[in-house]
Nanobody, 121 residues
């Protein structure tokens, strides 16, 4: 069974940095794409950044130039979100999402359990 575990959240002052990690486990034939989403209280879940199997990236306008999504080259089932110059508006629960082809040769979306990021002013 495929699982995603995201981690790395915490409390940081405005202007600080955090690095989130998303680790996929289980029988995985291929990770097609991976993304980070976030949801603040009272808001809908929104896309933060995505990366394709080929390495193409896409970012929400609000995080461009501050956040970087990448794949851990040493562990190709681990994805990272480096967050710099954090702002109070970045406070949310962050979720990783991955489109994975599993042993059944079926592509499914999986979600991590979420990790809280809190930025104080």
């Amino acid at each position: 069974q495929v699982q995603l575990v995201d981690s790395g959240g915490g409390l940081v002052q405005a202007g600080g940095s955090l690095r989130l990690s998303c680790a996929a486990s289980g029988i995985i034939l291929r990770i097609n794409a991976m993304g980070w989403y976030r949801q603040a209280p009272g808001n809908q879940r929104e896309l933060v950044a995505t990366i394709t199997r080929g390495g193409s990236t896409n970012y929400a306008d609000s995080v461009k130039g501050r956040f970087t999504i990448s794949r851990d080259n040493a562990k190709n089932t681990v994805y990272l979100l480096q967050m710099n110059s954090l702002e109070p508006e970045d406070t949310a629960v962050y979720y990783c999402n991955a489109n994975i082809m599993d042993v059944d040769l079926v592509r499914r979306d999986y979600w991590g359990q979420g990790t809280q990021v809190t930025v104080s002013s």
